[in-house]
């Protein structure tokens, strides 16, 4: 199985704990996961990291009932791109939803969950996934 | 120099399991059960879930009341906590890591079974007083563990409450602090052990009831205050019964403690508990208003707060789910689905 070292774990952290990517200040284009140059704008581009609102909108949806060693005990599990409102797209997991709730379209918010542990012994990855989007709190209370 | 709270926010786990189900498995009548404990269901994490994540759900909740706080003015991180993920690797670290707190924090994990994060407060508010840092962060959160079949099974959640402590926008002033604590073998794990033990009936008397009413009451004779200058009062809750039999016995009533009760429908969050209660009655209460907190954690000890509300409050609530909607919020398993998140999420 692929096992992660630790470097190579601290190294992506931070992008997925805070959703940090990069922004072209010349063009506006944001990047996930975070980019050096701008495809657009290249030698004009000026890169900036920058932290996504984590706010966004299932773009596609595929349920998986056969997954890797390490995802094995959340099947069947929603992985989801979604799209944010930034713009850039990212692969995730989708939580607190059931497979026979998630539509194209649902707006989703960020959250931080556990992505894989490698053992018992190992080190625990963590970073964001998605769980629908739910305000009725700013209403309702 | 006043010291206070600066924004507060909570997090809850959306699965409950109901006592009805727990007791079906093990033969246990769920009729005592329930009217033993006050409790008739209780929070259970994901699989994805553990004490780091709740921690940071938590924190992001309360840096978004605290509005204008930026995160690098937050100067220290505390996790008070019985099950941090990690036996060697600071649960606090990965919570300012992911609110974009570091590098320029101090942060460390505490451990007082369910008083660790008062611990915290309580240290923020020495480190904000005394000029070090200008704001400090203490977040309680718990996946409890217990032994299946064990009593304890009844009430062991999940959940998490975070404090911001500033000397200035403040929504509650923290007028001041007492404590009280001594060596009592109520309950404990040893290094190692999976679930905890704990000594019955012992955990009454000379351990819960000891310590929460000797901080109380110490602490309203350091202040000259008594019952009546108190709005609300908020204890930890292990159940449902003992902190309404401590507000009995210091003379405080019902409806002085109601609005901290969450235990009945969430179960013993551990160090989230008495914290939650706070945040369950910051949401509801007046400005002007005092609060008398007083926590409690085994082995044994009570951190006991007067607290008085500000103008504040009202403006800074609403900026982030209140307590009610992570209550209402929920999702029944059974015992099966349970006991499969169980093996997975005990720390
Ligand atoms: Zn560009």
């Known amino acids: 199985m692929s096992h992660i070292a630790p470097p190579a774990h601290w190294r992506r952290a931070k992008e997925r704990y805070r959703l940090l990517g990069s922004k072209c200040e010349n063009c506006g284009s944001t990047f996930f996961p975070p980019t050096k140059v701008c495809p657009k704008c290249r030698r004009k581009g000026k890169i900036a990291q920058t932290e996504f609102s984590g706010k966004g909108k299932i773009y596609s949806y595929t349920i998986i009932h056969s997954a890797p060693k390490m995802f094995e005990k959340y099947t069947p599990y929603i992985l989801a791109l979604v799209e944010l409102e930034e713009g850039p797209k990212v692969m995730s997991q989708i939580v607190d939803c059931k497979p026979e709730e998630v539509k194209i379209g649902m707006d989703v918010e960020a959250c931080f969950r556990k992505l894989f542990e490698q053992d018992g012994e190992g080190v625990i990855s963590y970073g964001f996934k998605f769980r629908p989007a739910d305000n009725s709190w700013k209403t309702s209370y | ?347």
């Open chain 2, 1 to 347: 120099m006043r010291v206070g709270i600066v924004g507060y926010g909570v997090y809850i786990p959306r699965y409950r399991i109901r006592v009805e189900d727990i007791a079906r498995v093990w033969g246990h009548d769920a009729g005592s059960i329930k009217s033993g404990l006050d409790v008739i269901e209780k929070s259970v994490p994901s699989l994805d879930e553990d004490t780091a994540t709740l921690a940071v759900e938590a924190a992001r909740n309360a840096l978004k009341r605290a509005k204008d706080v930026k995160p690098s003015e937050i100067g220290a991180v505390y996790v008070g906590s019985e099950s941090h993920p990690y036996a060697v690797k600071p649960t606090a670290a990965t919570v300012a890591e992911a609110l974009g707190i570091v590098p320029n924090t101090t942060a460390a994990d505490l451990e007082f079974a369910c008083k660790a994060a008062t611990a915290g407060i309580q240290a923020c508010m020495g480190l904000v007083r005394g000029g070090y840092i200008k704001y400090g962060m203490s977040v309680g959160a718990d996946t409890a563990q217990c032994a299946p079949g064990d009593a304890l099974e009844y009430t062991a959640s999940a959940g998490a409450a975070a404090y911001i402590i500033g000397g200035e926008n403040l929504v509650a002033e923290i007028e001041d602090t007492f404590s009280y604590t001594q060596d009592v073998p109520d309950f404990w794990r040893r290094e190692g052990s999976l679930y905890p033990r704990h000594g019955g009936r012992f955990t009454g008397e000379p351990a819960y009831f000891e310590h929460v009413i000797k901080a109380s009451k110490g602490l309203m004779e350091k202040l000259g205050t008594n019952v009546s200058d108190y709005n609300y009062v908020v204890f930890h809750m292990p159940n449902g019964k003992f902190p309404l039999r401590a507000a009995k016995i210091l003379g405080f009533t019902t409806e002085h403690i109601q609005p901290s009760l969450v235990v009945e429908v969430i179960g013993n969050t551990y160090s989230g508990s008495s914290l939650l209660g706070l945040a369950a009655v910051l949401d509801v209460a007046k400005a002007g208003e005092r609060i008398l907190l007083t926590s409690y954690g085994s082995g044994a000890g009570s951190d006991s707060f007067s607290i008085r509300v500000t103008d504040l409050i009202e403006e800074r609530r609403n900026l982030a789910p209140p307590v009610k909607y992570y209550v209402e919020r929920k999702e029944y398993i059974d015992y099966a689905l349970y006991a499969r998140n169980r093996c997975l999420y005990r720390g």
